[in-house]
């Protein structure tokens, strides 16, 4: 039976990790379609076809500026008012990674004040001045109006990113993120489960160990680790363990996600 939830996943120039995310939806209950850029810009395809919109990770136009930059420029200059439109009906916004870049490049994050055009946070250069690719501990924020993060406590999904470090320069803003709930997820040590600036914990040095915020509303959210790249029980870099301790688990910590977003979009989350 076809899906009542319509998602769309934005592909082209330098993005990855579509065929990830789609099947994040998908196993969620969704009807995924990944969409060049091309196609939404020239107006062949609408926002307004769809219930959930996902930025996906990668390297939009091979960061050559700053990640996310570009592809922000080019959707900011074309697609701003149907961006801004598909936000005011209520709709779901998700970005990782590489898309959680563009997304605070655009300004739709934090949205502060109904406000989604101004930037006021940024994702920067890792502080260990490398690439990084590794596993990670996230702990969630339970008072946050995050809509996809309900019913989650903690999170272990990878990140791979050379420009993942969360910074403002605007201390108001920083405050209002941590007083209003917005910080969605925060990078934290395996072993206490506190929130951390310790490297290789917090991976690239996010200013208070911030991994993902979100909007005053809770639909706007984006994260710098991967959940698309833990949706099966043996993505876990340790799921042999599991297997012989008798803890591995139905599926993948990253789904939950994904559910909780297709839930809401049903009106099954209110």
Known sequence: MPSDVRALI????????????????????AAPEQVHLNDLLDGQRALDEFHILAFIGGFSFGDH??????????????????IQRFIADGKLVIGICNGFQTMAKLGILPGLDGDYRRQTVTLMDNDCGTFRDAWVHLAANAESPCVFTR????????????????????????QRLESEGMVVFRYVDADTGEPTDAFP???????????????????????MPHP????????????????????LP?????????????????????
């Not at 903690?154 to 969360?166: A, I, M």
């Open 250 to 270: 139905a599926e993948g910590e990253g789904v939950a996600i994904f559910r909780n977003a297709v839930g809401f979009a049903r009106g099954e989350l209110l």
């Open 201 to 223: 914990h917090n991976p690239n040095g996010s200013v208070r160990a911030i991994a993902g915020i979100c909007d005053p509303t809770g639909r706007v959210f984006g994260m």
């Open 10 to 29: 934005i592909t082209g120039f330098g993005l990855n990790c579509e065929a990830e995310t789609s099947h994040g939806f998908r196993m969620a209950g």
């Open 151 to 174: 019913g989650i406590d903690r999170l272990y999904v990878p990140v791979r990113h050379g420009e993942g470090k969360f910074a403002t320069l605007d201390a108001p803003v920083l």
């Open 228 to 247: 698309e790249a833990h949706l099966f029980v043996h993505n876990h870099p340790q799921w042999v363990r599991q297997r012989i301790a008798g803890t």
């Open 65 to 82: 500026i700053a990640s996310g930059r570009v592809l922000a420029n080019r959707l900011k200059h074309r697609m701003e008012e149907p």
